[in-house]
C-alpha cells in the first residue's frame, strides 16, 4: 500500500475562498442543508477535472477482477464482459485476460471511460451488477503519476485486490533516467 502522506494535496477550497459563510439552515425533509443556489451546474458535469486525462487513454479505467482458478468467477466474468459489450458498445472494452497482466495480481479485464456521463452512467451500472466480482477504478492522468492513479486516487467496488506495485517503481525511475538524459544532452548540446 502507498503512504497516502507521500502525496501533496491543494486546498479543496482553493477557488472558493472568501465567500459568505454558509449556514446551518436545513431544507424541508428536517435533515438536509440549504445549499447556496448560483444557477450554475459544476463543469464536473461535463468534463473530468485537472489533471484527469482527455486523450486517447480515457478519464478513468475499470479494472473488473475474477479470480481465473474460480470457475464460477470465470463464468460469471465472461457473461458480465460480454453484456456491458452489448449495453455500452459506445465505452472502450479491453480483451478479457484469463490470467494476471501488469500490476494485476488476478484476472481482469478494462473498461475506459471517457467522460462524466459514461461514468455517471456505468459506475451505478456496474455496482448493481458485478456480483461477486471486485472493480478498481481509477483516473488517467499524466504517466508519472500511474502508482498514486492506482492506489491514492483508486476506488474499490468490492472487495480490494493488492496490486504488485513494482512495476511503476521501475516506471518512474526509467522516466527519471530519460529525463536526466534528455537534460544532459541539452546542456551538452548548449556548450
Given at each position: 500500500m502507498t503512504d497516502q502522506f507521500s502525496f501533496s494535496y491543494p486546498s479543496p477550497l482553493e477557488g472558493y475562498e472568501n465567500l459568505e459563510p454558509l449556514t446551518d439552515e436545513k431544507t424541508e425533509d428536517g435533515k438536509s442543508l440549504k445549499n447556496p443556489q448560483h444557477g450554475i451546474l459544476s463543469k464536473a458535469y461535463s468534463e473530468f477535472p485537472d489533471p484527469v486525462a482527455r486523450d486517447r487513454r480515457g478519464g478513468f479505467d475499470i479494472h473488473i477482477y475474477h479470480?481465473?482458478?474460480?470457475?464460477?468467477?470465470?463464468?460469471?466474468?465472461k457473461a458480465l464482459h460480454e453484456r456491458i459489450r452489448r449495453e455500452f458498445p459506445e465505452l472502450r472494452i479491453y480483451a478479457f485476460f484469463?490470467?494476471?497482466?501488469?500490476?494485476?495480481?488476478?484476472?481482469m479485464f478494462e473498461v475506459n471511460l471517457f467522460t462524466p456521463?459514461?461514468?455517471?452512467?456505468?459506475?451505478?451500472?456496474?455496482?448493481?451488477?458485478?456480483?461477486?466480482?471486485?472493480?478498481?477504478?481509477h483516473p488517467n492522468t499524466v504517466?508519472?503519476?500511474?502508482?498514486?492513479?492506482h492506489t491514492q486516487r483508486a476506488t474499490w467496488l468490492g472487495e480490494k485486490i493488492p496490486l504488485d506495485l513494482r512495476m511503476f517503481k521501475s516506471?518512474?525511475?526509467?522516466?527519471?533516467r530519460e529525463r536526466e538524459e534528455r537534460e544532459q544532452a541539452e546542456k551538452q548540446g548548449h556548450l
Open positions: 479470480f481465473q482458478n474460480n470457475p464460477d468467477q470465470v463464468v460469471y466474468a484469463d490470467r494476471p497482466i501488469g500490476p494485476h495480481p488476478v484476472a456521463a459514461q461514468f455517471g452512467a456505468f459506475v451505478p451500472w456496474l455496482v448493481i451488477n458485478r456480483g461477486p466480482l471486485s472493480a478498481l477504478l504517466l508519472e503519476e500511474e502508482e498514486r492513479n516506471l518512474n525511475e526509467r522516466l527519471r
